[in-house]
């Protein structure tokens, strides 16, 4: 790896009924960042359409390649910058998928994350509500190497998961991106202690981007995009639920002063405990997929 700091750049973007309207504000607002400096962009989630993806994704999906992985493309590219597309819904193969697509400063996919858990609610007698019913969980951890550390991508409500974060820090990131909107009926301040967690954990940092909060939404985002640092720290936040840009430096040097001072995650005893990777190799999922098909 190369420098010890960056800037990165979060863009928690309002949304309309437009989704070209959408897509050029996105690309405008990380054409700015990207002017100013920054390096890696993370945009905030479903980017390119507003509210109430689930009951319409037939209109909403896209298949990858498609309009939105090539206006990423072509952003990251043309800004030379490492891009965090938020999400998108995906489909492939008559299922959907909330997905993630990160692309470098040569305008190739360096990563595609496809959201692992998924939401599920019940209130008895109020309300119950399932996202399986209407998405399919991807099935791998997904990360990307920069010039900088490399770098772990999460989706909404994956933040919530220690082990996830765990395993990202065992696999060497430094850096954790969490594209998600938490709306107003859930606690604003159990998103930010659930991020401050995930990075005194693990000693890195955590970013989360989420949506502006939109008029007409039926339940508000309550914005709150931030940069959390190995201490736990808030190091940026944005100043409401309005669309907003923050950018702040990732001091790689801090994390590691950090660890030395107080290497926590070398005191795990895993002779006692351990969160372990299940995850599969391609060739092993070729591998078993030929076996249990025979």
Known sequence: MGASKFYLALVQL???????????????????????????????????????????????????????????SSTARKNKIYLVG????????????????????????????????????????????????YLTPGDRLTTFDTPFCKVAVGLSQEVRFAPLAHLYADLGCKLLVFPGSFNTTLSPLRFDLLQRARAIDNQIYVASVSSARTQDASCGSCGRSMLIDPQGDVVVQSAGPDEAVVMAEVDLDHLSSLRKVTPVRKHHRHDLYAVVNRQRSEDDRKFFKNVFSV
């Open 14 to 72: 309002s949304l309309t009924t437009n989704k070209s309207e959408n897509l050029r504000n996105a690309w405008m607002h990380v054409k700015r960042v990207a002017s100013g400096g920054a390096q890696v962009v993370c945009l905030s989630p479903t980017f390119g359409y507003s509210s109430d993806t689930l009951n319409n994704l037939e209109l909403y999906a896209e298949t990858v390649p498609g309009e939105t992985s090539d206006m990423l």
């Open 86 to 133: 938020g999400s998108m819904a995906e489909k492939e193969n008559g299922k959907f998928y909330d997905t993630c697509l990160v692309h470098g400063p040569d305008g190739s996919m360096v990563a595609k994350h496809r959201r692992l858990n998924l939401l599920a609610v019940n209130v008895p007698g109020r309300q119950a509500f399932r996202e399986s019913d």
